[in-house]
């Protein structure tokens, strides 16, 4: 790694995280930075991101090296030794005493680790470790398990310097999309945009934390590509949001029009979306269990949806059959952290309480969360609506929903394609905090092209 640390890095914060950690695992845990992939060849590679767990209680990404504790130990880091012309490609670099001055926590050569009995998957895997524990790690093994439960305890809630962290990339979030709504025009490219919303945030020293969706074809949910070209007429859904030094994440959803006015059946479906992610947040609050911040969008989205005459029927009834999952069947968000999807790599033993397990049903299938909210915890809210012709045209799917969907008053709505509006939250002793409330989502309120541009000089 460089001499210097990561912008926002905090010593205390992580010394304190090594000790909660320490006191709650028995067994000698390992946790591994993980190494960049090459590209084709073995000296081009990916730029490396340290696996999360690891950045938690280190704060730096150390590539190569894996933090040693529990058992006994409050935390030892042991770093890969460079070879000789290391200095020649990359710099020169910290030795041993001056990186564990700089982290606070003693460091050790990589070839003293000999033993450990925990550890935690590492994307790609980690030779080492596996060749300590003699084993690949595996959340069904006892120790590993208890280890990742341990890790979820803690990052769940947001201690002080994390919170700091996710407020900066809020920031930096909300700077990229009025970038972004500022490159938009008719005639404009996709990646244009994109490219705007990317710079924004390397100028702030940051990177994406997700590759950014920027496409005018939002029914697309993980839009991939941004080749297309936006045209007057067309609503544009950019998803993106920063990633600190240290690796924290932000992540937010606007749709614009691209000509900088909606038309009328445009403003009434945003309208409709925007209620039901104003009914989630003010659903946010400890002891709120995250599923029912999620129905609450679904009951608010499908009554807009109702009045519009999309759907027939009674709101409440509707949703508990699925029906409005035709047109919103993700969850309503996630969990905000050092990852987008904070602790996704260890899957629903971290977004699901215990005891707790994923619904069979199209739509609630696809929540990501379902804990009781407490103070500390960040959650994406983020309902949308969308026209997914793999779901409309399925004749099951028409057949099941029956005379409940007025498909010749849904054809009125063909100029929305996908909308989604997001925002990031904190969970606080009184209720929620809107991280990126500074970021316009009134209709009349959101500036796009020569207005927003206005706005940024």
């Known amino acids: 790694m460089a001499a ?3 912008a926002g890095f905090d010593a205390a914060a992580t010394a304190a995280r090594r000790r909660l950690l320490a006191a709650s695992v028995t067994d000698r845990a390992l946790l591994a930075a993980g190494a960049a992939p090459a590209r084709n060849y073995a000296a081009n590679v990916y730029p490396f991101r340290a696996s999360s767990h690891f950045l938690y209680l ?3 990404p150390v590539e190569g090296a894996v933090l040693s504790i529990g058992g006994g130990d409050p935390g ?3 770093v890969p030794t460079p070879p000789p012309d290391d200095a020649l490609w990359h710099g020169v670099t910290p030795d041993r005493d001056a990186l564990s001055a700089l982290l606070g926590l ?5 070839e003293e680790l000999a ?6 998957p590492t994307p790609g895997g980690d030779p080492l470790v596996e060749r300590v524990l003699r084993r690949r790690p595996t959340l069904e093994h006892p120790k590993d398990g208890a280890l990742a439960d341990a890790m979820i305890d803690l990052r769940l809630r947001h201690d002080a310097h994390a919170q700091a962290e996710l407020r900066r990339a809020a920031e930096a979030t909300v700077a990229a999309h009025r970038a972004g709504m500022a490159a938009t025009r008719p005639g404009v490219r996709e990646h244009v945009v994109r490219a705007a919303m990317l710079e924004a945030f390397f100028r702030r020293g940051m990177d994406a934390a997700y590759g950014p969706i920027v496409t005018v074809h939002g029914e697309v949910l993980h839009q991939r590509a941004s080749e297309g070209t936006c045209e007057a007429g067309d609503l544009l859904l950019a998803d993106g949001g920063a990633e600190t030094a240290g690796g924290w994440a932000g992540d937010v959803t606007r749709t614009w029009p691209v000509s900088g006015a909606f038309s009328a059946t445009q403003r009434e479906l945003y309208a409709a979306v925007l209620a039901a992610q104003e009914a989630a947040i003010a659903k946010v609050a400890p002891g709120v269990r995250y599923r029912d911040v ?8 499908t009554r807009g949806l109702i009045d519009l005459g999309i759907l027939r029927g009674d709101a409440e009834e509707l949703v508990a059959d699925g029906v409005h999952a035709l047109f919103f069947p993700h969850g309503v968000g996630h969990l905000l952290g050092l990852d987008v999807h904070d602790m996704e790599d260890l899957g629903d033993r971290a977004g699901y309480a215990p005891g ?4 069979a049903q199209f739509g609630l299938s696809y929540l990501r969360l379902d804990r009781d909210l407490a103070p500390g915890m960040a959650v994406t809210i983020e ?3 969308y026209q997914v012709p793999g779901i409309l045209e399925d004749p099951a799917r028409r057949a099941w929903a029956g005379d409940r969907v007025d498909w010749m008053r849904l054809a009125a709505f063909a100029d929305v394609r996908g909308l989604r509006i997001e925002a990031d939250v904190l969970v606080t002793e009184p209720g929620a905090a809107v991280l990126t409330a500074a970021l316009a989502k009134d209709p009349d309120a959101l500036p796009v092209g020569a207005a927003a541009r206005a706005q940024l000089d």
């Open 76 to 78: 030892t880091l042991h």
């Open 294 to 301: 999620h129905l609450a969008s679904c009951v608010t989205l």
């Open 106 to 110: 003693p460091v050790r050569p990589l």
């Open 58 to 60: 280190v704060g730096a």
């Open 356 to 359: 707790r397990a994923r619904s």
């Open 383 to 385: 309902p949308g609506f």
């Open 4 to 6: 210097s640390l990561p």
């Open 115 to 120: 033993s450990g009995e925990a550890a935690l």
